[in-house]
């Protein structure tokens, strides 16, 4: 009875979830009334959420929740994760149901586009990486369901086992490098997971005696079901779709490696005597604990703690205060990266000194 009531707390105490949800809400409700309404979501996301966390963070009340006891395993926690699966894919029907009428220039379309890869990559390759997390193998295979619509599987491969491996390196190319802008780590970064994600898996391929060219190669697959996926929005919602769903991905990606860019910026570990890189510690992630971009992204802004043990499930990540932290959430983050002059006066001083120095001598 005692352990019930406790689940039951926690469970209560962790409603506020559900909020992860109001983003693609927010994008449902912009693709019925159509028009200008179809900028709720990115308001919402780059403005609203940005304005709230500032206000929250003026009566110090973003610092709510930043150490939490252990969580019981509780059913609802991983529901509210593939619930995400339906609502992503069913937002980006009706999207592609209602565009079929309007203009490819057509504020619907353009705005349209914006809409669908915010909730791709909020409630899709966010939630994605949690599942793909997961040592249960239902769960990684609902996670790569997920990557479906950013077409982009292959960040299963390269997250799992080249990300977490050699984050805060050289070798990573989704650590951005001191003093790198936006612009150009989008190219590096979607250029460097992808061929990091073939030779991962000529590697496991090699390590079983496999051939790269066999049914074996999960890369062969990847690019099978995404082709598969196109040619479906094609024969389905016509040239128009398809041009929208290729957008729409894009669009996701670049929004996605944002997230990767402001997560370990500068971030770097010593390389040891015997050539081998420090184990990975809190030091090597920004962590940010302003509340409402936490509650909607599941936690991932508690990024330090996701590394320090990559299967923690959301719901028990901790806010590490020793870690570099992020002044901002991440929405708005998000936005000062695009203005690389301002990103690096308020950034570069908060990079730790000796990494300031590694950066300095690389």
Same mark, same amino acid.
């Given at each position: 009875?005692?352990?019930?009531?406790?689940?039951?707390?926690?469970?209560?105490?962790?409603?506020?979830?559900? !909020?992860?949800?109001?983003?693609?809400?927010?994008?449902? &409700?912009?693709?019925?009334? #159509? +028009?200008?309404?179809?900028?709720?979501?990115?308001?919402?996301?780059?403005?609203?959420?940005?304005?709230? =966390?500032?206000?929250?963070?003026?009566?110090?009340?973003?610092?709510?929740?930043?150490?939490?006891?252990?969580?019981?395993?509780?059913?609802?926690?991983?529901?509210?994760?593939?619930?995400?699966?339906?609502?992503?894919?069913?937002?980006?029907?009706?999207?592609?149901?209602?565009?079929?009428?309007? /203009?490819?220039?057509?504020? $619907?379309?353009?705005?349209?586009?914006?809409?669908? +890869?915010?909730?791709?990559?909020?409630?899709?390759?966010?939630?994605?990486? =949690?599942?793909?997390?997961?040592?249960?193998?239902? @769960?990684?295979?609902?996670?790569?369901?997920?990557?479906? %619509?950013?077409?982009? &599987?292959?960040?299963?491969?390269?997250?799992?086992?080249?990300?977490?491996?050699?984050?805060?390196?050289? /070798?990573?190319?989704?650590?951005?490098?001191?003093? #790198?802008?936006?612009?150009?780590?989008?190219?590096?970064? &979607?250029? +460097? @997971?992808?061929?990091?994600?073939? $030779?991962? #898996?000529?590697?496991?391929?090699? @390590?079983?005696?496999?051939?790269? *060219?066999?049914?074996?190669?999960? &890369?062969?697959?990847?690019?099978?079901?995404?082709?598969?996926?196109?040619?479906?929005?094609?024969?389905?919602?016509? *040239?128009?779709?398809?041009?929208?769903?290729?957008?729409?991905?894009?669009?996701?990606?670049? !929004? *996605? =490696?944002?997230?990767?860019?402001?997560?370990?910026? +500068?971030?770097?570990?010593?390389?040891?005597?015997?050539?081998?890189? =420090?184990?990975?510690?809190?030091?090597?992630?920004?962590?940010?604990?302003?509340?409402?971009?936490?509650?909607?992204?599941?936690?991932?802004?508690?990024?330090? /703690?996701?590394?320090?043990?990559?299967?923690?499930? *959301?719901?028990?990540?901790?806010?590490? /205060?020793?870690? %570099? #932290?992020?002044?901002?959430?991440?929405?708005?983050?998000?936005?000062?990266?695009?203005?690389?002059?301002?990103?690096?006066?308020? !950034?570069?001083?908060?990079?730790?000194?000796? !990494?300031? @120095?590694?950066?300095?001598?690389?």
């Amino acid at each position: 009875m005692k352990n019930l009531k406790l689940s039951n707390r926690f469970l209560l105490s962790d409603l506020k979830y559900f !909020m992860a949800y109001s983003i693609p809400l927010s994008a449902i &409700m912009g693709i019925y009334m #159509q +028009g200008f309404w179809l900028l709720i979501t990115p308001v919402y996301i780059y403005i609203l959420i940005p304005v709230v =966390e500032q206000l929250l963070t003026l009566f110090k009340l973003n610092k709510i929740d930043t150490q939490r006891d252990k969580k019981s395993t509780h059913w609802l926690f991983d529901v509210m994760l593939y619930l995400n699966i339906p609502l992503v894919f069913l937002i980006l029907i009706y999207a592609l149901i209602n565009i079929k009428n309007h /203009d490819f220039f057509s504020v $619907e379309f353009i705005a349209g586009i914006l809409t669908v +890869g915010l909730v791709i990559v909020s409630n899709g390759i966010n939630v994605a990486h =949690e599942l793909c997390h997961r040592t249960k193998t239902f @769960e990684k295979y609902f996670g790569k369901f997920l990557l479906i %619509p950013s077409l982009y &599987m292959h960040f299963y491969l390269e997250h799992n086992f080249g990300h977490h491996l050699n984050v805060a390196t050289p /070798d990573d190319p989704v650590t951005a490098k001191f003093n #790198q802008p936006i612009y150009s780590f989008w190219i590096s970064a &979607m250029k +460097g @997971e992808f061929f990091s994600a073939i $030779e991962i #898996q000529k590697k496991r391929l090699k @390590e079983n005696n496999i051939s790269f *060219f066999s049914l074996y190669n999960d &890369m062969f697959w990847y690019a099978i079901i995404q082709f598969v996926y196109l040619l479906v929005v094609l024969i389905l919602f016509s *040239f128009k779709g398809f041009i929208f769903a290729i957008s729409a991905a894009i669009f996701s990606i670049l !929004m *996605f =490696e944002c997230v990767n860019y402001i997560e370990h910026y +500068g971030l770097l570990r010593k390389k040891l005597s015997s050539g081998r890189y =420090e184990r990975v510690t809190d030091n090597h992630s920004w962590n940010s604990n302003h509340i409402l971009g936490r509650i909607v992204l599941y936690e991932l802004t508690r990024h330090s /703690d996701h590394h320090r043990v990559s299967v923690t499930k *959301f719901q028990n990540l901790k806010s590490i /205060d020793k870690s %570099p #932290q992020l002044p901002f959430g991440y929405p708005t983050s998000i936005l000062l990266t695009f203005i690389p002059v301002l990103w690096f006066k308020l !950034m570069n001083p908060r990079v730790p000194k000796d !990494m300031y @120095e590694l950066s300095i001598n690389n």
